[in-house]
Each structure stands twice: as structure tokens, then as C-alpha cells.
């Protein structure tokens, strides 16, 4: 059974930081895609940002210049380092992976609260 399982989330002040990982576990053969959604109360979930199994990357608009995802093969690992936090940036972070384990399909994570706030 593969499980994405989500750490790093928070309450931060404007202008700061903070680093979410989600870590892959389970009966992996291989992944493709990995990526952070976000969702805030009352709003569709919307994509933050991708990376390709190569290294390829795509942001948001909203948060290009700001946010840097990367991710650790050797450990099914995908990070989002999240810089110059504004309070529009407040949702539940998922991690999304696309994951061969016996079948190729998408995975969530449980979710992560990010709060900005003075």
C-alpha cells in the first residue's frame, strides 16, 4: 500500500518561511510527476507547483519567485520551501504524486495547514 505522508506546516508571520516535505512509502517501482496543491476555505484546490521526474519544474503565478519545489528520488522525497509568506498563501497544502506500484495512478496526501498571520 503507498502512503504519502506530509510534515512542516504551520502559523507564520508575514514575510517568513517554511519548508513542507512529503515522503513516498510503500510498494514503489518508480514515480513520475510529484507536486503541491493547495485549498483554502471556501476555494477549489488549485496547483502550487510540479516537478517532473527529470527536475522539470512549474509554478503558479502567485507564487513564482517565492516558492522552490524540489525532490530526493533516492527517497521518494518532494519538498516545497515556501519564502516571503503573504496571508493569501493560508490553505491546507497536499502533496500529489503520480506513482507505478504494480499500476500507475495519482496519489494525495492527508494535508498540511499553512496559517500566515500577525
Known amino acids: 500500500q503507498v502512503q504519502l505522508v506530509e510534515s512542516g506546516g504551520g502559523l507564520v508571520q508575514p514575510g517568513g518561511s517554511l519548508r513542507l516535505s512529503c515522503a513516498a512509502s510503500?510498494?514503489?517501482?518508480?514515480?513520475?510527476?510529484m507536486g503541491w496543491y493547495r485549498q483554502a476555505p471556501g476555494k477549489e484546490r488549485e496547483l502550487v507547483a510540479t516537478?517532473?521526474?527529470?527536475?522539470?519544474?512549474r509554478y503558479a503565478d502567485s507564487v513564482k519567485g517565492r516558492f522552490t519545489i524540489g525532490r530526493d528520488n533516492a527517497k521518494h522525497t518532494v519538498y516545497l520551501q515556501m519564502d516571503n509568506l503573504k496571508p493569501e498563501d493560508t490553505a491546507v497544502y497536499y502533496c500529489?504524486?503520480?506513482?507505478?506500484?504494480?499500476?500507475?495512478?495519482?496519489?494525495w496526501g492527508q494535508g498540511t495547514q499553512v496559517t500566515v498571520s500577525s
Open positions: 516537478i517532473s521526474s527529470g527536475g522539470d519544474t
Open positions: 510503500g510498494s514503489i517501482f518508480s514515480i513520475n510527476a
Open positions: 500529489n504524486a503520480n506513482i507505478l506500484s504494480g499500476f500507475n495512478r495519482n496519489y
